[in-house]
C-alpha cells in the first residue's frame, strides 16, 4: 500500500455512522473482512470499495481506492485532497486565473501548428502541460468535495 493510504473502509463506515457489524451486513461481507479492511491487512475488492461508495455517499473514496490500486494509476492521476466545495472552487478559479494570466491563448496552438514539439518549443509546452496538470487536479477537487 501506498505512504499515502486512506483508510477508506473505515471512512465509509464511519462517514454512514454504521458499527462495523451493521457495516458488514450492509456490504455483505464478514465482520472479520471488515475488521481487515480497517486494520489494512487487505484491501477490499472494487465491488466492496463500489458499494462503500453507495454506502458512505462519498465518490472520493472510489478514487483513493484506485491511487491506492494502481501504481499506474497513482503515476497518471492527481492526488485530491479533501476540502469544502467552496473552497475547491476559489482555488480551481484561481488556477485558472494565474494560467490565463502567464500563456498567451494561442500559444498552445502555435506549438500544435505543426503536428509536432520542436526543441524551442519544449520548454513552454512542458511548462504549459505542468499547469495545466494542476488545473485538472482543481477540477478533480472540485468534483469530488464535500458540500456543506
Same mark, same amino acid.
Given at each position: ?10 471512512? @465509509?463506515?464511519? &462517514? @454512514? ?15 472479520? @473482512?471488515? =475488521? ?13 470499495? &463500489? ?35 467552496? !473552497?475547491?472552487?476559489? !482555488? ?9 494570466? =502567464?500563456?498567451? &491563448? ?9 503536428? =509536432?514539439?520542436?526543441? &524551442? ?28
Amino acid at each position: 500500500m501506498q505512504d499515502n493510504y486512506r483508510n477508506i473502509c473505515k471512512i @465509509a463506515r464511519q &462517514t @454512514a455512522g454504521l458499527t462495523q457489524e451493521r457495516f458488514a451486513e450492509a456490504l455483505d461481507i464478514s465482520v472479520e @473482512a471488515v =475488521r481487515q479492511y480497517e486494520s489494512e491487512k487487505i484491501m477490499p475488492s472494487d465491488d466492496v470499495v &463500489t458499494r462503500m461508495v453507495e454506502i458512505s455517499s462519498q465518490p472520493v473514496l472510489g478514487y483513493w481506492h484506485l491511487l491506492n490500486k494502481s501504481r499506474v494509476a497513482a503515476d497518471i492521476l492527481p492526488e485530491i485532497s479533501e476540502c469544502s466545495l467552496p !473552497q475547491a472552487v476559489i !482555488q480551481l478559479i484561481c488556477k485558472i486565473r494565474d494560467f490565463g494570466e =502567464r500563456h498567451r &491563448t494561442d500559444d498552445l496552438m502555435d506549438i500544435a501548428a505543426d503536428g =509536432r514539439i520542436d526543441d &524551442t518549443e519544449r520548454e513552454l509546452f512542458n511548462s504549459i502541460v505542468a499547469e495545466l496538470d494542476s488545473v485538472v487536479q482543481a477540477a478533480m477537487t472540485v468534483k469530488y468535495a464535500k458540500g456543506e
